[in-house]
T-cell receptor
Framework: AQTVTQSQPEMSVQEAETVTLSCTYDTSENNYYLFWYKQPPSRQMILVIR??????QNATENRFSVNFQKAAKSFSLKISDSQLGDTAMYFCAFMKHVNQFYFGTGTSLTVIP | GAVVSQHPSRVICKSGTSVKIECRSLDFQATTMFWYRQFPKQSLMLMAT?????????EQGVEKDKFLINHASLTLSTLTVTSAHPEDSSFYIC???????????FGDGTRLSIL
């Protein structure tokens, strides 16, 4: 079975600083996809970034980047120049096949002004 | 692109009422949509996978007769909570994918409160 683990239930960061959220997963598959979703207080789930397992290059989206370590089954999210609007729950997600999508338990991030 | 609309955003109703929640893909066709339930400060729990033109696939422990899912078109899936009770109060979220290897795009969610 696939599992996604986020070991940091809560984190905080000073505005403009950098923070890294951890995610590890367990799978025997070689081809899969990884995602980070953000859920602000409004509760809408927003896709932040995605990574294909077959790509060695780490994905980057503006202030958001990932450190994908396939051998270690690690997929951390780095947020640079943190902004108040980054305050949200962050969920790591793993997708194997067409309809098999697994979420981690989430990390609550608070950006402190 | 890839906008998913969910309606209503909030429902408050009496115990015993049936409540219908709609999930629409606005700018793409979705042969498959997903329904999740989320408890406060917890992750999303997949309830069922909604397949256009066929029966939904329910996760273990989810009552099929309690949570009726209909996916009548490529852009619309509905979740009906039948004879709702206070324990059904929760946040329900739908999602859809543009294509096979694409991420899920989520609706804004529906907060259901049963009195």
């Amino acid at each position: 079975a696939q599992t996604v683990t986020q070991s940091q239930p809560e984190m905080s960061v000073q505005e403009a600083e950098t923070v890294t959220l951890s995610c590890t997963y367990d799978t025997s598959e070689n081809n899969y996809y990884l995602f980070w979703y953000k859920q602000p207080p409004s509760r809408q789930m927003i896709l932040v970034i995605r990574q294909e397992a077959y790509k060695q290059q780490n994905a980057t989206e503006n202030r958001f980047s990932v450190n994908f370590q396939k051998a270690a089954k690690s997929f951390s999210l780095k947020i640079s120049d943190s902004q108040l609007g980054d305050t949200a729950m962050y969920f790591c997600a793993f997708m194997k096949h067409v309809n098999q999508f697994y979420f981690g338990t989430g990390t609550s991030l608070t950006v402190i002004p | 692109g890839a906008v998913v609309s969910q309606h209503p955003s909030r429902v408050i109703c009496k115990s015993g009422t049936s409540v219908k929640i709609e999930c629409r893909s606005l700018d793409f066709q979705a042969t498959t949509m997903f329904w999740y339930r989320q408890f406060p400060k917890q992750s999303l729990m997949l309830m069922a996978t909604s397949n256009e033109g066929s029966k939904a696939t329910y996760e273990q422990g989810v009552e099929k007769d309690k949570f009726l899912i209909n996916h009548a078109s490529l852009t619309l899936s509905t979740l009906t909570v039948t004879s709702a009770h206070p324990e059904d109060s929760s946040f329900y979220i739908c999602s859809a994918r543009v294509g096979r290897d694409q991420p899920q795009h989520f609706g804004d969610g529906t907060r259901l409160s049963i009195l």
